[in-house]
C-alpha cells in the first residue's frame, strides 16, 4: 500500500518485527527525527493480539477467541493502544513495532494492511484550534508471539489482555474505537477502508525538534 502525492512512498511490508541485540532495550527520546506532514505529526501504532485456542465459550466465530493487548496511562481507567512518533529512518511499520516493544513488551508478526489513518490531537492541545498538537495516526495489527518481562516503559504503563467486547469499552478515543472495527474487518475477511493520499503540499521531511504535541 502506498500514500502518494508528498513524495514519499509507505510500501507494503509484512514482516516479523526484528529482535534487538543483548544490550539493554531503551526507549528513544526527543523529536530530532520525528516526520511532519503540513504541521501534523506523523505517528504509528498497532493493535497488538492473540487467538486463545481454547476458550470457556467454545466458540466456532474466529472473533470470540481474540484477545488484545492495551496498555494503561497512570491515573487512568481507560486504555491505549501501543502508538507513538514515526520516524525518518523507518517505516511506519517499523515504527509501530519499535513502539509496541518499548510501550508494552512484546514483539510480533505486523500485518501489511494499514487499518486507517485518523487524526487526533495531544491531550494538553484539545481546546485550540490551531494546528500545534494535531498528528496523524497509522495503525496496524500486530500477531504477538512473545511478551518481555522487562521493557522500556513497563513503569510508565501496565499491559492487560482483554476481550475485543471489553476493548471498545475501555478505549479512550472513538478512534481507537474505529480502528478496532478495521481490525475485526481485517482478521474476518472483509474490507479495510483504503489509505487517504497525502496533500501536494505535505512536508514529511521537515524536522521540528521544538515541536510539542504530546500525542
Known amino acids: 500500500m502506498a500514500l502518494s502525492g508528498g513524495g514519499?512512498?509507505?510500501?507494503?511490508?509484512?514482516?516479523?518485527?526484528?529482535?534487538?541485540?543483548?544490550?539493554?532495550?531503551?526507549?528513544?527520546?526527543?523529536r530530532q527525527q520525528q516526520r511532519y506532514d503540513n504541521q501534523r505529526r506523523l505517528v504509528a501504532g498497532c493493535i497488538p493480539y492473540k487467538l486463545n485456542r481454547e476458550d470457556d465459550t467454545q466458540s466456532d466465530d474466529l472473533l470470540d477467541r481474540v484477545e488484545v493487548l492495551m496498555i494503561s496511562?497512570?491515573?487512568?481507567?481507560?486504555?491505549?493502544?501501543?502508538?507513538?512518533?514515526w520516524?525518518?529512518?523507518?517505516?511506519?511499520g517499523e515504527a509501530a513495532c519499535r513502539e509496541a516493544l518499548?510501550?508494552?513488551?512484546?514483539?510480533?508478526?505486523?500485518?501489511?494492511?494499514?487499518?486507517?489513518?485518523?487524526?487526533?490531537?495531544?491531550?494538553?492541545?484539545q481546546d485550540t484550534c490551531s494546528l500545534e498538537g494535531a498528528c496523524r495516526g497509522y495503525m496496524f495489527a500486530l500477531e504477538v508471539t512473545e511478551e518481555l518481562e522487562c521493557y522500556p516503559e513497563k513503569d510508565c504503563h501496565e499491559r492487560?489482555?482483554?476481550?475485543?467486547a471489553e476493548a471498545?469499552?475501555?478505549?479512550?478515543?472513538?478512534?481507537?474505537?474505529?480502528a478496532l472495527n478495521?481490525?475485526?474487518?481485517?482478521?474476518?475477511?472483509?474490507?479495510?477502508?483504503?489509505?487517504?493520499?497525502?496533500?501536494?503540499?505535505?512536508?514529511?521531511w521537515i524536522v521540528k525538534p521544538n515541536a510539542i504535541a504530546l500525542c
Not at 113 to 124: A, D, I, M, P, Q
Not at 160 to 164: G, N, Q, S, T
Open 168 to 178: 471498545y469499552k475501555r478505549c479512550r478515543y472513538d478512534w481507537m474505537r474505529e
Open 160 to 164: 492487560k489482555w482483554v476481550h475485543l
Open 182 to 204: 478495521s481490525f475485526k474487518n481485517l482478521l474476518t475477511g472483509k474490507p479495510v477502508s483504503t489509505v487517504p493520499e497525502l496533500s501536494e503540499s505535505s512536508s514529511l
Open 8 to 30: 514519499f512512498e509507505v510500501k507494503s511490508f509484512s514482516f516479523r518485527c526484528a529482535r534487538m541485540s543483548s544490550s539493554p532495550l531503551l526507549s528513544r527520546k526527543g
Open 73 to 85: 496511562s497512570p491515573g487512568r481507567y481507560d486504555l491505549i493502544f501501543p502508538k507513538g512518533g
Open 102 to 125: 518499548e510501550e508494552a513488551g512484546v514483539r510480533g508478526i505486523l500485518n501489511d494492511t494499514v487499518l486507517g489513518v485518523w487524526e487526533f490531537r495531544s491531550k494538553s492541545t
Open 87 to 92: 520516524e525518518t529512518d523507518e517505516t511506519a
